[in-house]
């Protein structure tokens, strides 16, 4: 280990004994403060460059792995260091699983505390396609180029192909990219394998096959009512609906919400609005204990609203589809202080060598 003062452009010699959520290596320095580094794995012995130094933690830059893990593979993507988007195709497919349903059962356990206790994280349901499984990206256009952010920042990393893309989402992404220079204004651009949707379509069709049928399963026998809050074009009831006497879909996106209506069944109904002002009443119509209430809400999670009204209207099992594990730990606590049981939080790998987790936890009174 170094015994230099770690200030800005020091080099030093570290081990890395944690990889958190976000994808940066955890390693500490000489001087007690944490370092930060992207693109190392565990175990590894690294030399990192300082970028910066705060008052506790100090932010590193990869030079050279000393001893590198076992998982440690070569990167497919030519951009993959530069471009913002992934963080661990460095690691080889079945350590990325082990290290998301890590960092999961550690937020639960950092975040929700003594509301959680010992939350059961199931293992993690790997994606049949850890490449070329993105149905759309967004790219960014600046003057005539186009490209993904870099990491970290708003400087453009120009590409023409992206290894988690789906081939026909590489083959606009490259038509755009090889045309740029006609292509003047600045903005960005969602190139779409299936360019009908205008509306939340999950983005990776083979994982989000087996998460419909995870949630399926634990929607469990048929009867009662079906709650799906945050309903898109309403893929999880179309999906469901059979099974229950009454599905309502709330959801304030018009484009969804009429597509959702759009060959919907006699038992199936749409609310157009806010799910913090909508949910209460989709509930007490439902009039029942019997209920079954699916939450999949953005990255934000719940409202104070939301939660409220699911402890206050009591349905009898709730399926949370979360995409990020810290609102998903709040959540969770808030629900169960309100009396439900945590049965399971699976995490769903929806994103390979990104460092974004989806989880779906089934709650229960
Ligand atoms: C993660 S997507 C889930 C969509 C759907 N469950 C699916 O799998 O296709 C979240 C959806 O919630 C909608 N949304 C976000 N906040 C909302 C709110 N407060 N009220 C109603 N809809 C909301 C978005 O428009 C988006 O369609």
Redesign the pocket.
Known sequence: MSTIVPTPGTRHRVRITDVAFGGDGIARLEDGRVLFTPFVALGEEVEVEIASVKKNFALGRLVSVLTASADRVEPRCRYFGDCGGCRYQHLRYEAQLTLKETQLAATLRRIGQAELGEVPVKPIIASPQPFEYRNRITVHLKDGAVGFHAAGGHRLVEINRCEIAAPAVNALLFELATTRRRRREDGHRTLRADRTHR????ANDTAAALMLEHVSMLAGAAGGALVDA????G??IKALRARFTQCIG????TY?IEHARNGAEANERYLEG???LLLPQALAATGSAETTVIL???AEGLAHAVTDAVVDARPSRVIYVS?HPATLARDLARLKTGGYRIDSVTPIDMFPQTAEIEAVALLTR
């Open positions: 509306f939340f379509h999950q945050y309903c898109g074009a893929w999880f709330i959801e304030w996106d969804a806010d799910v913090a999949d809400p953005p995409c």
